[in-house]
């Protein structure tokens, strides 16, 4: 069965700090989405990394993709409260075929204390 | 443009009811998906669809059905609703282009069946 783990599932952390998200997934994909999603909203798109070694920032978020280790890492460096919410990983295993079906991984709730 | 739209925003049913989820796209992709999160948790694929007149099983499609009979519309019907159908229901498009498999959310509709 096609898995697709986050952790840690909650983080606390203080403002001004830097720490990461992990991403690990069972199966070969060479894509990978992250998808941001505040409290009672939709998923916003993030990043999209389409091979490996693809690495993307924008702001105080970083994503990189490590198809051979079937990993993907979100950073997060010098935390604001704004970046408060639910982080989703979500693999696209079967590119290939063309059905662009997601599986998600299972959020991790960052919350960022002033 | 609208982006992807859903309707209603909430609704509470009986169990035993039956009810159509709304969803339209004005982004003229033909990929289009119906995804359920439960309380704290990722999403979980029910339906999808790679164009008009084709649909698919996803993870979790028991109890649901869906239709596409233009680009546009991919509605989700619930029959016989139970407790288990409890859920926030998303439906999400994407152009399925080669590389661009990226998907966009609609805003959700929240379910309550009771």
């Known amino acids: 069965e096609l898995k697709v783990e986050q952790n840690p599932l909650f983080l606390s952390m203080q403002e001004g700090k830097n720490y990461t998200i992990y991403c690990n997934y069972s199966?070969?994909?060479?894509?990978l989405y992250w998808y941001r999603q505040d409290p009672g909203k939709s998923l916003e798109s993030l990043f999209v990394l389409l091979s490996n070694g693809a690495v993307k920032q924008e702001g105080r978020l970083m994503a990189s993709l490590d198809t051979k280790a079937r990993l993907s890492t979100l950073h997060i460096t010098a935390a604001v409260h704004d970046l408060s919410a639910t982080y989703f990983c979500?693999?696209?295993?079967?590119?290939?075929?063309?059905?662009?079906?997601?599986?998600f991984g299972t959020g991790t709730r960052l919350k960022v204390l002033a | 443009n609208a982006g992807v739209t859903q309707t209603p925003k909430f609704r509470i049913l009986k169990i035993g009811q039956s009810m159509t989820l709304q969803c339209t796209q004005d982004m003229n992709h033909n990929y289009m998906y119906w995804y359920r999160q439960d309380p704290g948790m990722g999403l979980k694929l029910i339906y999808y669809s790679v164009g008009a007149g084709i649909t698919d099983k996803g993870e979790v499609p028991n109890g649901y059905n869906v239709s596409r009979s233009t680009t546009e519309d991919f509605p989700l019907r619930l029959e016989l609703a139970a407790p288990s159908q409890t859920s926030v229901y998303f439906c999400?498009?994407?152009?399925?282009?080669?590389?661009?498999?990226?998907?966009?959310f609609g805003p959700g509709t929240r379910l309550t069946v009771t």
């Open positions: 979500a693999v696209d295993p079967e590119s290939t075929s063309g059905t662009y079906k997601y599986i």
């Open positions: 199966t070969t994909s060479d894509r």
């Open positions: 999400a498009s994407s152009p399925g282009l080669a590389g661009v498999s990226e998907q966009y």
